[in-house]
């Protein structure tokens, strides 16, 4: 069901993915404290190799796959970037204590406003308008260099219905179509079908902002004229299930349909990503591996329009990546930028290229991985990434606070 209504409302947590959501919390009646790996953040850092895991909704210690001691290997380096040890260390005005590798250029670079957890950036002419998320509250950020905090939210992502102080879980991402925002947030349900909502929100014409069902949608991104949900439904569609689902914005009314379906019926939702040629980058995950793979727009623009799903395998979308360390992927140009690192902390930033052509139109090939920042100590950290245009955005915080820094690939 579609609404137009207005507003904003509540607090939230920052999620990027669909890590772990035990059924036994659908059969106790008790409130969970987590409903993935993610939403253990308040509980901070659970112990050196160690990392929170999501289980029957209660954060629980687990060694971290291929952990090595950080005493042995740390040396004198700082260790804590909340920590006097970080004080006389030297920080770049840019990137603080992060390094930037060849073949990347760090242009100019931003305040990020406190508690902006996602960003998302509007092609406005030549410029870019930037446009936050907030708890649960979207906000203008001004246009690109000049960021700041619009006075106030221009909408809250839960739906009227859902403003009651029940148990929410706001999965965290924004991404835009060229025109309009996507935002979602999911409830307590069955792992197989979690209760959720998008908000769809006009940037031109605010009072055509909508929200709909969406199942699961635990990550997203956009492309000119559309949305990629990675999740179990979008209103409209067909069928459900988890896999990839395509809301077609430049048709009217919206149309929703599944895209892809992922290899095995076991496996869940990961990161979801859109190169700027248009390159999809669709993610599934078996906890603790996610695995990314490269899909070309001949391949997924029948199935956006026909709803007829076709499977994820070596055949029609090979892959770019599987690990256990994915932190969050998004768009870098033609090509995909991958968060790596553990719960508490970035290892790096890396890059594949993903180039179109071949033998056949939905021939893609994945370049190697390339460095884009490397890490020395623990800082600087990475909070957030967003493409805009054919570069990244970047967002570090460290003790001279938090930016956002445009990343560029040189020629």
């Known amino acids: 069901m579609m609404n137009g209504t207005m507003g904003a409302w509540g607090l ?24 993935d790996r993610y939403s253990c953040a308040i ?37 804590d970037a909340g920590t006097d040890a970080c004080a006389n ?10 390094q930037l590798q060849t073949g990347f250029a760090a242009a100019e670079t931003a305040t990020l406003p406190e508690g902006i957890g996602a960003v998302t950036a509007v092609p406005s002419g030549s ?23 619009g006075a106030a939210p221009l909408q809250s992502i839960y739906a009227e219905a859902d403003r009651d102080g029940g148990t929410r879980f706001p999965n965290g991402y924004l991404t835009n179509d060229g025109t309009r925002l996507l935002a979602g947030y999911t409830k307590p349900g069955p792992l197989t ?45 067909s069928e459900g299930g988890n896999g990839i689902y395509g809301l077609k ?16 019926a076991e496996l869940f939702s990961s990161a979801t990503a859109v190169a700027s040629n248009g390159v999809a980058v669709f993610g599934y995950s078996s906890y603790p591996t996610d695995t990314l793979r490269a899909v070309a727009p001949a391949t997924y623009n029948p199935e956006i329009s026909s709803g007829a799903p076709f499977v994820l395998n070596d055949t029609n979308a090979p892959e770019v990546y599987s690990g256990t360390d994915l932190k969050s992927a998004t768009g870098f140009g033609a090509g995909v930028a ?49 493409p ?14 938090r930016r956002l820094v445009r990343l560029q690939v040189q020629p």
């Open 12 to 35: 939230g947590r920052f999620v990027v993915a669909l890590g772990t959501l035990s059924l036994g919390l659908l059969v106790t009646g008790c409130q969970p404290e987590c409903v």
């Open 43 to 79: 509980k901070g850092a659970p112990g050196e190799g160690k990392q929170y895991a999501c289980v029957d909704g209660r954060c629980v210690p687990q060694d971290v796959p291929g952990a090595t001691d950080a005493g042995t290997d740390a040396g004198t380096e700082p260790t």
């Open 89 to 98: 260390v030297p920080h770049d005005p840019k990137l603080g204590t992060l």
């Open 127 to 149: 410029a870019f308008k930037l446009y936050g998320l907030r708890n649960t509250d979207i906000h203008a950020l001004g246009t690109w260099p000049n960021v700041a905090l």
């Open 193 to 237: 079908n979690t209760p959720g909502t998008v908000l769809v929100y006009d940037t031109a014409t605010p009072a055509n902002s909508t929200y709909l069902s969406a199942n699961g949608n635990f990550s997203a991104a956009g492309y000119s004229g559309g949305f990629f949900i990675n999740g179990q439904g979008i209103e409209g569609a």
């Open 249 to 264: 914005t430049s048709a009217t009314p919206f149309q929703g349909s599944k895209v892809a379906n992922f290899p095995t």
């Open 338 to 386: 991958l968060h790596r690192g553990t719960f508490t902390a970035t290892s790096d930033i890396s890059r594949f290229e993903l180039t179109l052509g071949g033998s056949t139109p939905t021939s893609v090939t994945v370049g190697e991985r390339k460095s884009v920042l490397t890490v020395s100590n623990t800082c600087s950290d990475v909070v957030l990434m967003a």
């Open 388 to 401: 805009m245009g054919p570069d990244l955005l970047v967002g570090v915080k460290d003790k001279n606070g």
